[in-house]
């Protein structure tokens, strides 16, 4: 048996798995063993999100009259090199599953190291946008869950592509932004940026959230199937990618409803 749908998911579009799917193994994928390598690896972006969090922020002294010390965030000196680290890491894991083990490791802790140099610099603009940021995200992941065990939403493949392509709209979308703001970088601190921003990053919610429910599909169909032990890591991986997606997604999105307040 094999899996024919795929996932919405960029890090489990790639079909470099399915032929390993009706692979002979001494181990099969599990629900249980998915979701403990999930959480594995979401324990080293904590991890690695405490380094980023600690190099981009610096206490400068205690202030005597409030008692509390100064801190300065800055982008701390790896933040680039941790960037592009991890997107090459991304890509290599998504084009060989085998490798999710260790190459999702080492992705959770640059990604992570990222994600707190981002988060120190958004929080220090924000107080508590970030805690915020996560309690949404596991609000959104839990309401994803409940709709598909309940099977409110179904996994289609029309439902597969339409996701798959509006991400791909929405990051040609993201790239246009960019190019405009090289030649009119006031205009993302306009209103009408703001505007533009909130509901971009509301559509960015509702595609992370419907590529989680992919996510599900293709992870219960792989049990189904007596996919290979191995590809519990990889599965865990494209979860943990879409969780990251969701949480930056909601932190600008809580950012944008913040300035406007």
């Known amino acids: 048996m094999t899996t024919t749908m795929t996932s919405g998911n960029p890090a489990l579009s790639s079909t470099a798995f399915q032929d390993d799917i009706s692979e002979s193994a001494t181990g099969t994928v599990t629900v249980g063993g998915t979701s403990l390598k999930t959480f594995v690896l979401l324990a080293f972006v904590v991890a690695g999100g405490a380094w980023g969090w600690a190099s981009a922020t610096t206490t400068s002294g205690v202030d005597e009259a409030s008692g509390y010390a100064n801190t300065t965030v800055t982008i701390p000196g790896g933040f680039w090199l941790a960037s ?3 997107l090459f890491v991304g890509i ?31 929080d220090a603009q924000t107080e508590g946008i970030v805690g915020a940021a996560i309690v949404s995200t596991v609000c959104v992941f839990l ?20 996701v798959t392509a509006a991400i791909g709209g929405l ?4 790239f246009m932004v960019w190019v405009l703001a090289i030649f009119n970088w006031s205009w993302l ?15 960015a919610v509702i595609l992370a959230a419907l590529s989680l429910t992919l996510d599900f599909g293709q992870i219960e169909r792989a049990v189904e199937a007596g996919a290979p032990k191995y590809l519990e890591w990889y ?15 909601l932190l ?10």
Request: proline share 2%; charged share 10%.
């Open 171 to 174: 990051c040609l979308l993201y």
């Open 235 to 249: 599965f865990g991986y494209g979860l943990m990618v879409t969780l990251i997606w969701l949480y930056i997604t």
């Open 92 to 122: 290599w894991v998504a084009m060989s599953p085998r490798k999710a083990a260790i190459g999702g490791i080492i992705y959770a802790l640059l990604e992570g190291y990222v994600l707190g140099a981002i988060s120190a610099m958004f």
């Open 84 to 86: 592009f680290g991890a």
């Open 252 to 261: 600008r999105l809580l950012s944008f409803v913040a300035r406007r307040n």
């Open 143 to 162: 309401a994803a869950l409940f709709l598909y065990a309940t099977r409110i939403i179904r996994p289609t493949r029309k439902m597969a592509f339409g």
């Open 189 to 203: 601190y306009s209103e009408q940026f703001q505007t533009i921003g909130v509901i971009i990053s509301g559509l």
